[in-house]
């Protein structure tokens, strides 16, 4: 019986080595290519790993292909949602969970009813009215659907549920006004569903590509995403010099990920069950 | 109270705007706009426009693009979608699995792909299945099975897009899954085991049935999702080959702004806004059902030991 037990979490975690393998392998491997000399990616047999590793692709995507501007576009458009985004969500999100006020429970119900709606479906007038307002071709365009959300704003509220009437009640009778309470009591105890939505925002909006793609059509604005897409239509048969784009593109998300991961995780699956 | 009632304004004004403007006012738009003929002679003067009522989606159903891109979105969503929760399920038991060593980087390395840029991962799968010098085809080859021109085979191509959505999507069904598991009170498998059940009737009689209402919540998710499939067909295959991956998302964008036949795409965008909505419907009396059994189940459990149950909270 003891044999048999060791045999199967032997055997099962043979299977979780391989199918963790299985999934880092396409990333080992889009680091592999992007360090081989140009050309080794495309012969045979296929290579894994670079014969004499090399920065060459980096430094044309520094130097010639103006990755330096796509990454700081990507950035300010990143952090810039995330910032609106926390701000705007946490207020809301609040507000609905702590402060009692006519009409709330058919606001509440309104937007659960279109917290499924994708935005896609308004995606055409939307790029009209921001037409309208000069904002096609600027990154205020391309921040303005994720500076506030159905889901940041429910996401802070099942936290904020949380947060003891009794403390607030105490404030009050201490005399601090209500904007005050929110601010110095209410968002340090929503810290870490904060960091959730932060990482979330951030992770969404990097990582957008139909959005950006359609509001900047000049190419000096492009994202990350939108830029190597189009590098992609222009360096096909180049894999080292893509896969060294791939790289940049995907790094900096995985590294917030990596290092805010047990926050991010954490908040995702309370929140998302509860709904 | 006054003045609460006046914070929260001033708390929600922000967010309910932005929200008001750049969402709801939009979807409205469209759908107006739906029933209208702007094209690119109406985006540069407005008296261009007229209101043609129906016939944006009576063009729509008679055209085979849009029949074929629906086609190909739904091959996606059923095939794609159950493989996706599949292998997100199965992950999940196995990291949650009593006896695991490292879970936590288990879990990680599974949720990584998620993390990741879509066009980025694209291009890299891209190489992947290059048909002479990926190592998909080099892998085969090892096996004696010929090569195959996995995006260039229309046959092939949905399937290739599928197995790349599968590898980055399942991570974030796993953690939802892991969740689950670990909400399941382990007093259920005792009783389970002292009745005599094995692992496998565990799994079945415990396991599953808790994990009803997680799986369908994971379902919903999953179809919405799949339903807007966009950047993968975009730069994998451009929609092709001979239009085996045209999306119903890629159809509208190609609609709409490379041919700025806005009208129509925005019945695309409604056409596909009804399926959605029929899902969610559908998710809902699913959901009705599984909580009116599983309440029926609590209350032959309980008859006689418990009077008054506690209300059931709203779902």
Redesign the interface.
Known sequence: MKLRRIAATVALHTLLVAAAALTLFPLVWMVGVSLMPTGEAMSLPPRLLPSSPTLEHYRTLLERLDLLRYLLASATVALGATLFSVTFNSMAGYALAKLRFAGRQRLERVLLAALVVPGQIGMLPLFLLLREMGLVNTYWGVLVPSMAGIFGIFLVRQYALTIPDALLDAARVDGAGELRIFYSIALPLCRPILVTLAVATFMGAWNDFLWPLIVLTDDRLYTLPVALAGLFGEHVQDPELMMAGAVVTVLPVMLVFLALQRYYIAGMTSGSLKG | ?R??????????A???C??G???????V??LL?SLTDFDIYA?ADRSALRFVGLRNYSALLGDSLFWNALRNTLYFVVVGGPLSIAVSLG?AL??H?R???LKGL????????V???????A???R??YHP????LN?ALAGVGIGPIDWLGDPDWAMPSIIAMAV?KNF?FNM??F???LQSIPERLYEAASLDGAGRWRQFVHVTLPTLAP?TL?VT?LTA?GYF?L??EP??MTQGGPAGSTRSV?LL??EE??RWWN?GM??AV??V??AI?LGV?LLQAALRRMLSARNETQDADASVGREAARPTQEPA
Not at chain 2, 21 to 27: K, R
Not at chain 2, 115 to 121: D, F, G, L, M, R
């Open positions: 109270m003045t609460r009632s006046a914070a929260a304004l001033l708390l929600l922000p967010a309910l932005l929200i403007l750049f969402f709801f006012v939009p979807m738009a469209s706009l985006v992950a196995a990291v699995a006896g695991v060593r288990f879990r990680t390395v599974f949720f990584l792909p993390t990741t840029t879509i066009v980025a991962v291009v890299v799968w190489y992947l002479r010098f990926g190592l080099y590898w991570g953690i939802v892991l969740a689950g997680t919540f919903l919405i807007q966009f950047a975009y730069v998302v509208m964008y709409g702004f806005i795409a925005a965008a409604f596909l806004f959605l969610m």
